[in-house]
């Protein structure tokens, strides 16, 4: 998984991608994050006040209840939809690379075919004989995470990180309708080309584990510029159509018990209001600022996690927080993926899943169900890892400190040893046998698993 000489990186916008961005950035939009605070407590303030007058006023109790939810509904729908139409703030490169510095790495961005800007760092070691790795985030988080987390790490294990941040995050544009299936060719592509890519390595947490399924579906073996040659998944998740079709429950698809949630609608604005009260209300955001609530052990255990994955949140919003309306509760983004996992021929796969495992989405039988359709895919080094430690979704966050040391268990650690060519001469990292229930090993027979049973309308196939 080695790196050819970097091409120029297009640091600067072109043109067309000022004209396009103009679409979704207005000139009025607010210039902080203090701004867009403010004006939420004032939407709370006045929607409270018109709610006190409307009881007080109306005669009948039967009246006033009625009369309050649709005052209510109304002023989320308004609210949401001036936030929806004033857009992100403008993208700017300056701040963008000193944000990725304070995180120990390197800000950089690309253009992509239809004008977005896509944000990503670049971290770890800068040798040129360094294995590549790209490093997917979770959800209401940017790339930002895994450079804070990876970041010194990387430099020991000689691994150049590269961390993209999804749509609608941080400092990438928006993309209202975006796919996760395009994603490798959309926004992913252009970056290993800025960067020289050739081979490389991938892994996801959370909501990153759909992307980096996509990724390895894409740049498959045979693929003629970019080859993904190992995957790592972080407690990850399954798409609704696989879901129906194993009879599995997906809470992917049942965010806050919205199905079919298109937040392009205008009836659906209030997603965007949504987002402003989960990412900007007073002493209850970012939402991790309350997650010792959630996960009391893990705070416990290891209390440098929720606070850095709150400041990361704080990041997902650099450009405003309309982009996570279009993204949090999008039934279309999040599990209508566009493609098959069981299409996936990576050679080496390293599925990490939590029997305890109780945030939305990611129930670990979809972990257990990956793990086991990788073992028994032929071809496949597969290197599996279940745990219940009461840690649910963060059981494999860094367990040393605030960041990865070389010294604990991690994926990319894991997925640089499956696949280094000296492989035979250099010592073990894991032992043979895990008593928290690592499987290891090549697996023997084709998966028992016909790629066809899901509906054409989701399985796409990878444009090249």
């Keep these: 998984a080695k790196a050819r000489r970097p091409r120029q990186s297009p640091m600067r916008q072109s043109p067309m991608s000022s004209r396009v961005s103009l679409n979704w950035t207005r000139r009025f939009a607010p210039p902080s994050r203090t701004a867009f605070k403010r004006g939420l407590v004032t939407w709370l303030g006045l929607t ?49 690379r000193a944000s990725a510095e304070r995180l120990g790495g390197f800000g950089r961005h690309v253009t992509t075919k239809d004008g977005r800007v896509v944000e990503y760092l670049v971290y770890g070691s800068n040798r040129e004989d360094a294995t590549v790795m790209v490093q997917m985030h979770g959800a209401t988080s940017t790339g930002g995470l895994m450079c804070t987390w990876n970041a010194e790490m990387f430099k020991h294990l000689n691994i150049r990180g590269i961390a993209p941040t999804m749509p609608n995050s941080g400092y990438s544009d928006i993309q209202p309708d975006r796919r996760i299936a395009n994603f490798p060719r959309d926004d992913l592509a252009p970056i ?37 040659i190992g995957l790592g998944l972080n407690c990850p998740y399954l798409s ?6 194993l009879g599995f429950r997906c809470d992917a698809d049942d965010l806050f018990l919205v199905r079919n949630n298109d937040p392009r609608e205008w009836h659906a604005a209030w997603n965007f209001t949504l987002a402003d009260v989960t990412n900007l209300l007073p002493f209850a955001s970012p939402p991790m600022a309350i997650g010792h609530m959630i996960w009391p052990k893990l705070a416990e ?27 949090m509760t999008c039934y279309a983004t999040n599990t209508l993926w566009g493609f098959d996992p069981r299409h996936i021929r990576t050679k080496h796969v390293a599925v990490w899943w939590a029997h305890d495992d109780g945030s939305p989405g990611c129930p670990p039988e979809h972990g257990k169900w990956l793990a086991e359709l990788f073992e028994r895919t032929e071809g496949v080094q597969t290197r599996n890892r279940s745990v219940d430690i009461g840690l649910g979704h963060w059981s494999f966050s860094p367990s040393l400190g605030p960041c990865y040391q070389a010294a604990e268990e991690s994926l990319p650690k894991t997925l640089l040893e499956m696949t280094r060519k000296e492989a035979k001469a250099a010592p073990e990292l894991w032992p043979e046998d895990d008593a928290e229930g690592v499987s290891r090993g090549s697996s023997g027979a084709e998966a028992e698993v016909d790629p066809q ?12």
């Design 453 to 464: 049973r899901l509906q054409d309308a989701h399985v796409e196939a990878p444009a090249r």
């Design 301 to 327: 255990e290891r209390p440098w996690v929720l606070p850095m994955v709150a400041e990361d949140q704080k990041r997902t919003g650099a450009r405003g927080y309309v982009g996570q309306g279009y993204e």
């Design 48 to 96: 409270t006040i018109s709610l006190v007058a409307l009881v007080k006023r109306t005669d009948g109790l039967l009246k006033a209840l009625l009369g309050g939810p649709a005052l209510l509904c109304a002023s989320v729908l308004v609210y949401g939809t001036y936030r929806k139409e004033r857009g992100q703030l403008p993208f700017s490169e300056d701040e963008q």
């Design 240 to 245: 609704t159509p696989l879901c129906d079709e």
């Design 192 to 228: 290993l080309c800025a960067e020289g890519v050739d081979e490389f390595l991938v892994d996801g947490h959370s909501l990153g584990t759909s992307h980096a399924l996509a990724v390895a579906w894409y740049f498959g073996p045979n693929h003629a510029e970019h080859r993904c």
